[in-house]
Nanobody, 123 residues
Framework: QVQLVESGGGSVQTGGSLRLSCAAS????????MAWFRQAPGKERERVAR???????MYADSVRGRFTISLDNAKATLYLEMNSLKPEDTAMYYC?????????????????WGQGTQVTVSS
């Protein structure tokens, strides 16, 4: 059984930093895609960053240059380093994973989800 558990959310001021973690258990696929999504109230869930089993990464335009996604295979933990945070980054952040190396931006194609961690950025 695959389980994803996020942590690291919180409240920061504009320009601050946070690091989100997602501890994965039971997820042992050699070809995979893992991602961070976020959803603000009244908005659709959007993918902000993803990493695939070939090591490639991709970011949403709104976070490129500020956020960094990484995966520690030894610890089975996915990270999202967030710098220069803005009020528009305020959202619930979710860790997600899917079977296979193809990475999609549409959340419907992801098989496993964490419970989410709240990030609030105040001006």
């Amino acid at each position: 059984q695959v389980q994803l558990v996020e942590s690291g959310g919180g409240s920061v001021q504009t320009g601050g930093s946070l690091r989100l973690s997602c501890a994965a258990s039971g997820y042992t696929y050699t070809r995979y895609c893992m991602a961070w999504f976020r959803q603000a109230p009244g908005k659709e869930r959007e993918r902000v960053a993803r990493i695939s089993s070939d090591g490639s990464t991709m970011y949403a335009d709104s976070v490129r240059g500020r956020f960094t996604i990484s995966l520690d295979n030894a610890k089975a933990t996915l990270y999202l380093e967030m710098n220069s945070l803005k009020p528009e980054d305020t959202a619930m952040y979710y860790c997600a994973a899917r079977d296979g190396a193809l990475c999609f931006s549409n959340p419907r194609y992801f098989d496993y989800w964490g419970q989410g961690t709240q990030v609030t950025v105040s001006s």
